[in-house]
């Protein structure tokens, strides 16, 4: 069991949509639907309930669900983690302006500002 396949669960599992999911995940349909049967497969338990109108969670899904998110959110929390640790964190300034704004304000200082700190990264947009 992969993580994407925690996430692939979870998506379903909000939506009560294999359709919905898919669409939230940006996959095909049939794909998700295959990996959430692989994921069933490999764990030994059925997590939904499907019919041809309805999806809803088993009382295994349920369960599972809990941990899974608490899963998804706990790697996020360790890979940020060891980003900060090793100062590859990066910070992001987001702008939109006019071009002749930008041009003339912002992108002279864009090279200082990454010299000045690796971490820090411009992106502007006219």
Same mark, same amino acid.
């Given at each position: 069991? %992969? ?7 979870? !998506?379903? !599992?909000? /939506? ?17 639907? *295959? ?23 088993? &009382? &295994?899904?349920?369960?599972?669900? /809990?941990? !899974? ?7 996020? &929390? ?10 590859? %964190? ?8 006019? *071009?002749?704004? $930008? ?10 500002? $990454?010299? *000045? ?10």
């Amino acid at each position: 069991m %992969e993580l994407r396949h925690l996430r692939y669960f979870v !998506a379903v !599992a909000d /939506a009560l949509s294999f359709t919905k999911g898919a669409q939230k995940l940006r996959l095909a349909q049939p794909s998700l639907t *295959r990996q959430i049967k692989d994921l069933e497969e490999t764990i030994g338990v059925r997590l939904f309930d499907r019919s041809k109108r309805r999806v809803s969670l088993t &009382e &295994e899904g349920k369960f599972f669900l /809990a941990d !899974a998110k608490r899963v998804l959110a706990h790697s996020t &929390e360790i890979v940020q983690a060891v980003q900060r640790l090793n100062g590859r %964190e990066r910070l992001a300034l987001i702008s939109a302006t006019s *071009r002749i704004f $930008s041009t003339a304000c912002f992108r002279p200082a864009s090279p200082h500002s $990454s010299a *000045r700190s690796p971490r820090f990264r411009s992106i502007f947009s006219t």
